[in-house]
């Protein structure tokens, strides 16, 4: 476990740290499972687990001005029979791995919209875009006011937009299946469930992930609690 400021470990739910991942050989089927897994961060000084949510997590951000250690890029050792170059997101755990030559892959922490607990599956990377444009779904729009004045699309590179500087766009053979890989304006919200959004990195990560990644990369998407695993 990683120590922060000396106090804090970060783990999720399972309290498991071993990536094997031998079950993501091509050919598995994902049934439907209970819970979904609650983040959690482990308190050295009250000797036990708590809730890692957002409250705690901006906090700890703003602290030390980076995320934990646990969610921060890093390469690390991962069995998988997936080519280099295929992108496995574990919403779970919210990590997202680019698998790498010789047993390893990049991993990157990443937060999980409640949009994105409703499916996983094998998709691709259908498009790519710098400074993409935001728009807002239908249900946002009629929720929300700030939403609202964007009906029609927020123009990238601007500080306020949710998608930030990169987004990498989810199809599943030609059709949009709505659902992105893209970055933050709320850095604290990696590694937790958030209200909105699919699947988004802080904005160094989203970058540096964009810049190894093209169009037409197989994205394997595993959820905890997802309906139906497609595309095996």
Not at 95 to 112: D, E, K, S
Not at 137 to 158: I, L, S, T, Y
Request: glycine share 12%; aromatic share 10%; with cysteine.
């Amino acid at each position: 476990m990683t120590a922060i400021s000396g106090t804090l470990c970060l783990a999720t739910a399972s309290r498991a740290r071993k990536f094997g991942f031998a079950l993501l050989a091509a050919g598995l089927c994902l049934g439907s499972v209970a819970a979904l897994a609650q983040t959690q961060i482990y308190d050295a000084r009250a000797g036990k687990w708590v809730d890692y949510d957002k409250k705690k997590a901006r906090q700890l951000y703003a602290r030390n001005k980076q995320l934990p250690e646990a969610f921060r890029r890093q390469l690390v050792t991962f069995r998988t029979a997936e080519e280099p170059g295929t992108i496995i997101i574990d919403g779970n755990q919210h990590f997202l791995y680019l698998v790498q030559p010789g047993g390893q892959a990049i991993r990157y922490g990443i937060g999980v919209g409640r949009e994105g607990f409703g499916w996983a599956g094998i998709v691709r990377v259908g498009r790519m875009a710098e400074n993409p444009t935001w728009t807002p779904p239908p249900e946002m729009v009629a929720r929300d006011p700030n939403a609202a004045k964007w009906a029609a699309g927020m123009p990238g590179g601007r500080p306020d937009n949710p998608l930030g500087p990169r987004a990498m766009y989810l199809y599943e053979g030609d059709s949009d299946t709505i659902y992105r890989i893209h970055g933050t304006i709320e850095p604290w919200t990696i590694g937790l469930d958030v209200s909105s959004g699919c699947i988004r990195l802080n904005n160094d990560d989203v970058v540096d992930l964009y810049s190894r990644v093209s169009v037409g990369a197989k994205v394997i998407v595993l959820m905890q609690g997802a309906a139906l695993y497609r595309g095996i």
